[in-house]
């Protein structure tokens, strides 16, 4: 069965720097979506890619962070000046018009 | 304000018996609602999708009923087993167009052998 794959799984970083999550969405789909889950509250999301760009974003996903679709596979999540409240598991999704495929998340620790 | 409530946060039932979870919902109007399960430190896996002109859905042991008067779903696991351990998340996708999935909080099924 098909998967949508992060990495890295964990991730460790010092507040202030940056961070570039990644993930590989599955093939055919057309919608990529990134979310988050801070410990114990809900899954919320971020922002959603559609045709090469950003197709909605919530109040969370501001200018401190960034997508981007490098190539024909890679969707990637930067956060710039991280910051303690931005530790959180986060999951890449994708959709081809029938339910979504999450990955296994990316836990960032933000000390 | 929009509000998504998933009843109890934990639900403990016994073996082989039938798991209703229920998710309800305030100021959406959903195209779909669909429902996924979580393990501990894993992401989303999809179950079911319902739309918003079916009245039930059902994949092997799951079944899912769609309310748009009452606003509500009810999601039910029959023949429960050990594995169905796990919190099961309630999603709301298509409120004004936006395909973007809001989440409830979960429900926490426990199955007791």
């Known amino acids: 069965e098909p998967e949508v794959t992060q990495t890295p799984s964990h991730q460790v970083t010092q507040m202030g720097q940056e961070v570039i999550l990644r993930c590989v969405p599955i093939?055919?789909?057309?919608?990529f979506y990134w979310y988050r889950q801070i410990l114990g509250q809900k899954v919320e999301f971020l922002v959603s890619?559609?045709?090469?760009?950003?197709?909605?974003k919530s109040e969370i996903f501001d200018d401190q962070f960034s997508v981007e679709r490098p190539d024909g596979s890679n969707f990637t999540l930067k956060i710039r000046s991280t910051k303690l409240e931005d530790s959180a598991m986060y999951f890449c999704?994708?959709?081809?018009?029938?339910?979504?495929?999450f990955g296994s998340g990316t836990r960032l620790t933000v000390v | 304000s929009q509000k998504i409530e998933q009843n109890s946060e934990a639900l403990n039932i016994q073996e082989g018996k039938t798991a209703t979870l229920t998710c309800n919902y305030t100021?959406?109007?959903?195209?779909?609602l669909q429902w996924y399960r979580q393990d501990p430190g894993r992401g989303p896996v999809f179950l079911l999708l319902?739309?918003?002109?079916?009245k039930e859905k059902r994949k092997e042991r799951l079944k899912v009923t769609f309310d748009t008067t009452l606003k509500q779903s009810l999601f039910h696991i029959t023949a429960s087993q050990p594995a169905d351990s796990a919190t099961y998340l309630c999603?709301?996708?298509?409120?004004?167009?936006?395909?973007?999935?809001?989440f409830g909080s979960g429900t926490r099924l426990q199955v007791q052998p």
């Open positions: 999704a994708s959709g081809g018009g029938y339910g979504y495929t």
């Open positions: 093939s055919n789909h057309l919608y």
């Open positions: 890619f559609y045709n090469n760009e950003i197709s909605e």
């Open positions: 100021n959406y109007s959903p195209a779909y």
């Open positions: 319902i739309r918003e002109n079916e």
């Open positions: 999603a709301l996708e298509g409120d004004t167009g936006r395909r973007a999935l809001t």
